[in-house]
Structures are given as C-alpha cells and as structure tokens.
C-alpha cells in the first residue's frame, strides 16, 4: 500500500477545507451567479480588476465582493496580482469554464445540497431521506417527471454528460449485431431509443421505464415522428412478480442498474432472463468505480454513491465491475464480450449460460 502520510501541519490545514467545503462551494455558487468570474477572466489582458471596480461594473457592494474573493484566494480560485487586481487561477478557470465541472457543480447546488444534509440519517434507515427536500416520494424517480424546471435540468444534464458521448460508439456496436427488435430498459427521456430509431427505420424498439418517465419518453419519440417504430412498456422493479415481455434481439440497459440495491438488481437480471431466448443478448452499459483510469473519475462516482444514498433510494450505488459481473453469473448469464467505451464507461454483453 502506497504512504499517504503527510506532515501535520499539512494535514490539519487540508481537515479545516474539510471542516469549511459547504463555505467554499457556496462562495464559488456566488460568484458564478454574479458573473465575477466572466468579468475577471473577460478582463484577463488587462490583467484583471481591482475589488472597486468589480463592484461598480457588477452593481455589487465591496463588502460582499470582499467577503466572497478572500475565501476564494485562499483557495487559490483566484489570485490579487503585484497590482492589486484579482484575477483567475486555472481552478479557477475550470470552476466557471469547463463542461464536465459545470455539470458537477450544478447537480450537486440543484439536486444534492439541501438532501445531503440528512445523509446521516439515509445511512442508518436506508432510506433517501434526503428526497424530502425536493418533493414526496419513496424514491427521485418517480417524482422526476414533477420536478421543478430548473432542478429538472441539472439533473438531466448530469445523467445526459456522462452517457451521450458514448452513444456513437455504443450503436456502432449494437447495430453490427444487426436487431430487429431492442428493449430499452430504463429509457429515461428516451434518448438513446431515437437513436436507435433514427439509426435503422427498420428496428422495432421498446422502452420500458416508470409510468410518468415514461409519458415525457412518448412525447419525446411523437415529436420526433418514430412513434410507429417505438413503443412503450410500463413497469416499475421495485413491484414484485414483474415480467417483460419476450422477444428482444437486445436488451439494453445503461446507467440503470446503478439505481438499485444489489438485491433488486439480481431481481431485474433474472427478470429479463426470463424474457431471453439462446441468441437475445443483454447489454449493460455503466461507470464502474474498479475501470477509472483516473482519480477524479473515482471520486466523481463515489461522490454520486452518496447521492443515491441520501435522495435517490438509500440503497444503490455505483458499483464495481466485479460486483455486477458476479450478480450477471448468479442470474443465470455470462459476460460474453468486456468492452470499455470511451473515458469512464465499460460495455459487458450478456447471454444466457
């Protein structure tokens, strides 16, 4: 194991940005909505500007501009130059600029941030106790379709950034298998069954997902003009004795069985090996916590584990490669093919043993 110990000193110093994180990360939500990172970084060959003239270009007093810059130099967000004007650091920079923090930093103010305060408590009940601050319901799905435009969005975008880039090559795959029929499991706003629809006007697609996800999927489909090829099969998995129907060259199931315990996991598997014949071939496609190549990527998704603890379900998580596989073979299925898809995800194609 590799020594991670640290002089005291620095070891104290990184418990209190610990200690004080909901500071930083509120003060960092502050000045994006303020604009004070487009206005220093709009004025970086000037060399950035002093606190006065922040505060008359954006209408904001001294005082809460002070406040909110010092916390931010002392995380070296941004820096006050040899004259006296503050400017941005590469934090800083990719704090305001880049997609992927962006979406992390809007998901987390938007949909997380008020629930996790009662982590704690999701952890000893093993309930999403969380969820009550966005609205009343056992578990973030079901209230998805209900809930307010602009948390909406954050959540969307979340869940869309991580699996969209992976879509091109994903079909790539599917396709060559040439289907004729593909259940979409967990279809969410449907993006990937349009994809599948727009790709092969022959594929006859069907996506199965909560009753109220699955009304904003339909809609999407009608505007596209593919609702003669996909159709819709409602169904909720934490119900017993659930069935889908048979038939499928494909079933395709991405960034759904993260939402599950392990044991409603095994009860989805064997649910759909039962609706599986010798050549249908279950595709499932995650972030797995054991395939990062990076450590960030790592944190990102241990991060969202506690998100499904405190507001999603209290019981899911995002897991290791090694424990789905296991779940694949207890349900009666071998990974036939391992792919790994672009920068976070792993394909694992499933058939019948």
Not at 55 to 66: A, D, K, N, Q, T
Not at 200 to 212: F, N, Q, R, S, Y
């Amino acid at each position: 194991m590799q020594d991670t110990s640290i002089k005291a000193i620095d070891a104290i110093q990184e418990a209190h940005k610990i200690a004080f994180a909901p500071f930083v990360f509120q003060a960092v939500i502050s000045l994006r909505k303020l604009g004070v990172f487009d206005k220093i970084f709009e004025k970086r060959r000037q060399k950035g500007l002093p606190l006065d003239r922040l505060s008359s270009e954006l209408s904001v007093s001294e005082y809460g501009l002070g406040v909110l810059l010092e916390i931010a130099e002392s995380c070296d967000i941004v820096k006050k130059n040899d004259v006296g004007n503050y400017e941005l650091t590469t934090i800083g920079y990719f704090l305001n600029y880049n997609e992927t923090v962006n979406v992390n930093i809007n998901f987390t103010q938007d949909v997380c941030y008020k629930g996790l305060y009662h982590l704690n408590d999701a952890i000893k009940t093993g309930q999403p106790e969380g969820l009550k601050e966005l609205g009343q319901w056992k578990t973030i799905y079901e209230g998805l379709s209900q809930l307010p435009k602009d948390i909406q969005k954050s959540w969307f975008a979340f869940d869309h950034h991580y699996s969209d880039d992976i879509f091109e090559d994903a079909l790539r795959i599917v396709f060559n298998k040439k289907p004729k029929t593909i259940f979409d499991i967990g279809a969410n706003t449907g993006k990937f069954s349009i994809l599948c629809g727009k790709h092969d006007p022959e594929v006859k697609i069907t996506m199965i997902d909560l009753p109220g996800q699955l009304n904003i999927a339909l809609n999407q489909v009608k505007e596209q003009g593919l609702a003669h090829q996909i159709t819709g099969y409602p169904i909720d998995w934490l119900e017993d004795n659930n069935s889908i129907p048979k038939g499928a060259d494909i079933i395709w199931l991405c960034q759904f069985l993260d939402c599950f315990s392990k044991e409603e996991i095994l009860k989805i598997l064997v649910t759909c090996v039962a609706a599986m014949d010798d050549h249908t071939e279950l595709i499932i496609t995650e972030t797995y916590t054991d395939r990062q190549r990076f450590d960030n990527a790592k944190f990102i998704l241990e991060a969202t584990s506690l998100y499904f603890t405190a507001l999603a379900n209290g019981n899911s998580k995002m897991y290791a490669a090694t424990d789905l596989i296991a779940l694949i073979e207890q349900a009666g299925m071998t990974v036939h093919e391992d792919i790994a898809l672009g920068e976070y995800h792993t394909m694992l194609v499933c058939k019948k043993k």
